[in-house]
């Protein structure tokens, strides 16, 4: 009986889709971008294969530097050359400033109101510059140049502890991550979630755990980005597994502002100047201000973001 229906719903969206094309009057377009010939519905989405920058470079190769495609329901433009690109993304720019409207970023994302996922505007530019003073600004990165030095004798340490045992296999490239996660989480936080020296076991492992699922659900193709009735559907229960991860996530994060809350963080920095104020103190302190506009969705958002894009 599914299987009945299932056919029954794709063929009604085929033949809807020639109805719509054949009604549709023909809208003056200038000189149009070369494109291959698509299926209904997909697209071109069954020319992709593994590896997929191969398979790009091939469609390049025949019909040329700029390729307009489509992916299911969303338009697509291929460029592979240097002059091609410049022209989009340095005089154009804002054009192709938007951000997609796929499941993750409404379930992972916080309602397309992160960094990474919302288009470009007012919302978008107050965050980037949020994030380049709190975070990237160089008055920022000279104060946690203590952080810095702390985590990288941390690994020397553990590094120089293991070589005792004798000949030891080291795996640098998981080391150099951790290196990297407990700077940016002591930046954010305050605190680091990997190593052997961690104030909290059990919450370091929660963190690893949820950092894990969340990049693999970060980085998961979604048929039903492409073709939406495909998330009707949901084969793969991605929906279902997005909003697991994320009300962890969530719950995760507003444990981390809670605990700043708790803490009478601007005495101790003011009073003993023995810490250095975190990406989530400095928030806070901005919700102060405006508690309309910071809200703790957009704290956790933003934090969330910098661990992402540190990854």
Known sequence: MEQTWLYFISTALILFRFLLK????PSPQRN???TPPSLPVIGHLHLIKE???????????KYGPILALRFGSHPVLNLSSPSAVEESFSKNDLIFANRPRFLVGELLNYNYTTLGASSYGDHWRNLRRLTALEIFSTAKLNAVFGIRQEEV???VRTLFRDSQ????KVEMKSRLSELSFNIIMRMVAGKRYFGVEVEDSEEAREFRLLIRDLFELSGASNPGDFVPFLRWIDFEKMEKKMLRI??????????LIEEKRREDDEKVFEQKG?????MIDSMLGLQDSDPHYYSDEVIKGNVQDVIIIHH
């Open 22 to 25: 054949f009604l549709q009057k």
């Open 32 to 34: 149009p971008p070369p």
């Open 51 to 61: 590896p997929i920058h191969r398979e790009l470079e091939n469609l390049s190769k």
């Open 153 to 155: 004798r941390s690994l």
């Open 165 to 168: 045992k004798g000949f030891v």
């Open 246 to 255: 994320q009300k962890k996530m969530d719950a995760f994060l507003q444990g």
């Open 274 to 278: 023995g810490k250095t104020k975190s």
